[in-house]
């Protein structure tokens, strides 16, 4: 019934930037914290960022902080990861993860409802 749509993904080279998008449809609320994941083949599934229900509290993976930005947008229940100085190691399948209770979380168990996830590559 809440469904998470990403978009925004691509084939860039080292150095450019990129917007992911994470729209959220069905019976979604604003109030939901909201996170990013990546995973790449053969590896489990990193946290990347995350958001709480009023945006007031952010938490980021420690290789993305300074280059990745999260931000909810006012448009539809939107979540946003703004992707800067991107590096070949960044890429992976991104994940869209959103928590009814509407507190921030870096473990990826604590979220209710996944996206498709969205492909971003990256060549150096």
């Known amino acids: 019934q809440v469904q998470l749509v990403e978009s925004g993904g691509g084939l860039v080279q080292a150095g450019d930037s990129l917007r992911l998008s994470c729209a959220t449809s069905g019976r979604t609320s604003s109030s939901y914290a909201m996170g990013w994941f990546r995973q790449a083949p053969e590896k489990e599934r990193e946290f990347v960022a995350a958001?709480?229900?009023?945006?007031?509290?952010?938490y980021y993976t420690a290789s993305v902080q300074g280059r990745f930005t999260i931000s909810r947008l006012n448009a539809k229940n939107t979540v946003a990861l703004q992707m800067n100085s991107l590096k070949p190691e960044d890429t992976a399948v991104y994940y869209c993860?959103?928590?009814?209770?509407?507190?921030?979380?870096?473990?990826?168990?604590?979220?209710?409802?996944w996206g498709q996830g969205t492909q971003v590559t990256v060549s150096s």
């Open positions: 993860a959103a928590r009814s209770n509407g507190v921030a979380t870096r473990g990826a168990t604590g979220y209710d409802y």
């Open positions: 958001i709480n229900w009023n945006g007031g509290v952010t």
